[in-house]
């Protein structure tokens, strides 16, 4: 069991539009090919967690060269090769002893991991979407810039895209994450 003194380092990976909007129709909004290869390098070799409809959206299946750890209520869900979660504090006892882990969304997932993430990697969309998922709003005064790449152009989905890192700068409230684990 995680005892509230030992907290896994958990990271957020997400591609955020202008509007904040992260998906549509339980799909991206946009498919940037430069993206998703930067998502595999920074994830590959680290457990990958996340919500059932996140999983239902990934066109493969599980995700190569990571643990994948799919949050669900459903007590019948099993899938080969992923390791399934019913509740927040059953992904960290899962995570506890990996030095890095992400959490790759949806918006319901993202959310409940937010006060308890220490680092952030955003892919900033230069454009606003239609969409009916979004990013909670992040407190940059929790966290910090690290890293800004420059703009890049993806000429398939027409978008101007570029790299972020944050760091948490306020150590984790471990009532932020007794209140997550209330979330079940
Ligand atoms: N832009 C990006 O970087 C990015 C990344 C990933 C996803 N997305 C987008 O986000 C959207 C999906 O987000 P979403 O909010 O709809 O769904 P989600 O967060 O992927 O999954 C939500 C589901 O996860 C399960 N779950 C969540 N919290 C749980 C908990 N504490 N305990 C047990 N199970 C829990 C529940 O599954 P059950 O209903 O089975 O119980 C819940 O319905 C899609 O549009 C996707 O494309 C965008």
Not at 22 to 35: A, E, F, M, Q, V
Not at 147 to 166: G, L
Request: charged letters at 25%; a negative charge.
């Amino acid at each position: 069991m995680v005892s509230i003194e030992k907290i896994p380092n958990i990271s957020i990976i997400v591609a955020i539009a202008e509007n904040n909007a992260i998906g549509k129709d339980n799909d991206l909004l946009c498919h940037i090919s430069d993206d998703l290869k930067h998502f595999k390098a920074v994830t590959s070799g680290h457990p990958v967690i996340m919500g059932r409809n996140t999983w239902n959206s990934l066109p493969r299946r599980p995700l190569p060269n990571r643990r994948n750890i799919v949050l669900t209520h459903d007590a019948s869900f099993v899938e080969s090769d992923v390791e399934v979660a019913h509740s927040i504090r059953q992904v960290l006892d899962l995570v506890i002893n990996e030095d890095e882990s992400f959490v790759m969304g949806g918006a319901a997932v993202y959310k409940q991991f937010l006060p308890f993430t220490s680092k952030l990697y955003i892919t900033w969309i230069d454009k606003c979407f239609d969409a009916d998922v979004f990013f909670p709003e992040i407190d940059l005064s929790v966290f910090s810039k690290l890293s800004e790449s420059t703009s890049f152009y993806d000429e398939k989905s027409n978008v101007s895209f570029r790299y972020s890192e944050y760091i948490r700068n306020i150590s984790i409230n471990s009532d932020n994450m007794v209140n997550a684990m209330k979330y079940n």
